[in-house]
Nanobody, 125 residues
Framework: VQLQASGGGLVQAGGYLRLSCAASGRIFVTYVVGWFRQAPGKEREFVAAVRWSGTSYYFADSVKGRFTISRDDAKNTVYLQMNSLKPEDTAVYYC???????????????????WGQGTLVTVSS
């Protein structure tokens, strides 16, 4: 499995961005695609995740109500729609896949085996 993240950029506070995570390779419906972010000097943290089947979602408290996640099966792509962005959302955003056979969504980086290269999101105040 390979992942390609894109869509980052510079946006003003209150603005929005949509990140994309294109997956190649065989994807099972139980796999989970997660989004994580890492700000300078901080550890990588969980943002959101979705089961590939689309039947289950999970968001970090810090982004609930502002971020949504969706999928395009035809394009093997997962999107992270980020609205009402705040300066504290500034980070490199990564997508990753957990090849779970049980569809359980984890917020731990340890559960995700494949990672995209990251895309930088900068939110100015």
């Amino acid at each position: 499995v390979q992942l390609q993240a894109s869509g980052g950029g510079l946006v003003q506070a209150g603005g929005y961005l949509r990140l994309s995570c294109a997956a190649s390779g065989r994807i099972f419906v139980t796999y989970v695609v997660g989004w994580f972010r890492q700000a300078p000097g901080k550890e990588r943290e969980f943002v959101a995740a979705v089961r590939w089947s689309g039947t289950s979602y999970y968001f970090a408290d810090s982004v609930k109500g502002r971020f949504t996640i969706s999928r395009d099966d035809a394009k093997n792509t997962v999107y992270l729609q980020m609205n009402s962005l705040k300066p504290e959302d500034t980070a490199v955003y990564y997508c990753a896949i957990d090849r779970t056979l049980y569809g359980v969504i984890s917020a731990s980086t340890n559960e995700y085996e494949y990672w995209g290269q990251g895309t930088l999101v900068t939110v100015s105040s």
